[in-house]
């Protein structure tokens, strides 16, 4: 990114932030009140804690912030939009610690995302579970390829409709610590894979 265009994405998220700190004390008003936090943790991504209140109205806030940062930003001259993705976390359920609840609102986020632009996510028991089973399935993997033990078999994937090859799948598999590993791969999440 060229020197200009990192300025301008700093003042983007800057109007952002500012964006975000006059929209959520009218959002919270009616609902609870009390102190509201507001936090840039890195790259593009904020903070926003609220006080206690129903899931409801955790719910109508978060559709209220992704409705308050659809209209555009000017910055230097230039109209930029901005989508959003929100994570929500609610303490104690889904962690008691800044740590947990954290990490589970970033997954949340990224739960989010998979439904498209511009939606939140409450964090679920679900999510976590998946994450954690993506992570042991990344570990396992790396663990039989370090040690020389994977083997990939091709099938080809046929129309039913005309009996011509649409695609390609494949089946990974390996053995490690006694336990077999596989993992069906078609051709179509291939190049979003990660190495």
């Known amino acids: 990114m060229t020197p200009l265009g990192t300025r301008l994405v700093i003042i983007l998220l800057q109007e952002v932030a500012n964006r975000l700190s006059a929209l959520l004390p009218m959002l919270t008003s009616g609902v609870g009140g009390g102190d509201v936090a507001i936090a840039r943790v890195g790259g593009d991504e904020f903070v926003v804690i609220l006080p206690s209140m129903s899931r409801e109205a955790v719910s109508s806030i978060a559709r209220n912030l992704i409705e308050g940062l659809q209209s ?20 104690p359920n889904d962690g008691s610690s800044y740590d947990d609840l954290l990490i589970n609102a970033d997954l949340a986020m990224y739960a989010a995302k998979k439904r498209g632009r511009n939606t939140f996510a409450f964090f679920t028991l679900e999510i976590g579970e ?7 399935i990344e570990s396992d993997l790396k663990e039989v390829v370090r040690a020389h033990q994977l ?38 999440e291939l190049p979003r894979k990660r190495g």
Do not use: H, N, W
Not at 130 to 136: D, G
């Open 72 to 91: 555009p930003f000017e910055v230097s001259g230039l109209r930029m939009s901005v989508g959003a993705s929100i994570g929500v976390t609610l303490f």
């Open 130 to 136: 998946q994450a954690r089973e993506r992570v042991a």
């Open 151 to 188: 083997a990939v078999q091709y099938q080809p994937k046929v129309s039913c409709r005309d009996g011509q090859i649409c695609g390609v799948e494949a089946l990974v598999a390996g053995t490690i610590r006694q336990k077999a590993i596989f993992r069906r791969i078609s051709s179509s």
